[in-house]
């Protein structure tokens, strides 16, 4: 129950294609979804985050996805460019965990030019 | 602005020794976190610290493991009598607030531990 189940684990598309990645949950308690961004040898960072009263959440070329009946969401990055290149978890915490993020496995972009 | 800083970034060591990762929150922070990842893995959560209190440690194994938030100076992730299977990468973040109403984690660079 405490899960986040994330696919697919790697992904490879061309420059200005649309990349998507997908998460699901089980825990009907989570209600905040962040996704993070990983580049090789770093530390992961906050790229976007939505919670469940909305549907959807757009930032620049990023968006997520929020399917709540069927506790799903997914990150789309819109004109994929060579710079998105890196690993990208989904994640889930619930109102009652103080930073207890639950994150998915993880999915490695590769952007090709 | 320095972010969250973790030393050191790279430790090997060898069975039985012991294992001390230090990290410093970003100013004005006040909550630790660390998380671990294991190779082609997601993060784990393993303890929640505020100073001077651990919060949540549902996540750290029984033994060997131990963590510490002082009133003065670093964090410190400390593991005792290493056994290979230690062998990852530790992540520290920090937050200002508790982190659960925004999630909102500042994760340092982490630091890689080797046990040979």
């Known amino acids: 129950q405490q899960q986040v189940k994330q696919s697919p684990q790697s992904l490879i598309v061309q420059k200005g294609g649309i990349s998507i990645i997908n998460c699901a949950y089980e825990n009907t308690a989570f209600d905040y979804f962040p996704w993070y961004q990983q580049f090789p040898g770093k530390g992961p960072a906050l790229l976007i985050a939505i919670r469940p009263d909305v549907s959807e959440k757009k930032e620049g070329r990023f968006t997520i996805s929020f399917n709540k009946s069927a506790k799903q969401f997914s990150l789309h990055i819109m004109d994929s460019q060579p710079g998105d290149s890196a690993t990208y978890f989904c994640a889930a915490l619930g109102s009652s965990n103080t930073g207890k993020l639950i994150f998915g496995q993880g999915t490695t972009l590769q952007v090709k030019p | 602005n320095a972010g969250v800083m973790q030393n050191p970034r790279h430790l090997v060591r060898r069975r039985g020794q012991e294992a001390r990762l230090r990290c410093s929150p970003m100013k004005g922070h006040s909550h630790v976190y660390w998380y671990r990842q294991l190779p082609e893995e997601g993060l784990k959560f393993m303890v929640y610290?505020?100073?001077?209190?651990?919060?949540?440690e549902s996540g750290m194994p029984k033994e060997r493991f131990s963590a510490e938030f002082p009133k003065e100076g670093p964090s410190i992730l400390r593991i005792q009598q290493v056994v290979r299977g230690d062998s990852a990468a530790y992540f520290c973040?920090?937050?200002?607030?508790?982190?659960?109403?925004?999630?909102?984690?500042?994760f340092g660079e982490g630091s890689r531990l080797t046990v040979l």
């Open positions: 610290l505020q100073k001077e209190n651990i919060i949540d």
């Open positions: 973040a920090s937050s200002r607030t508790s982190g659960g109403n925004t999630g909102e984690l500042f």
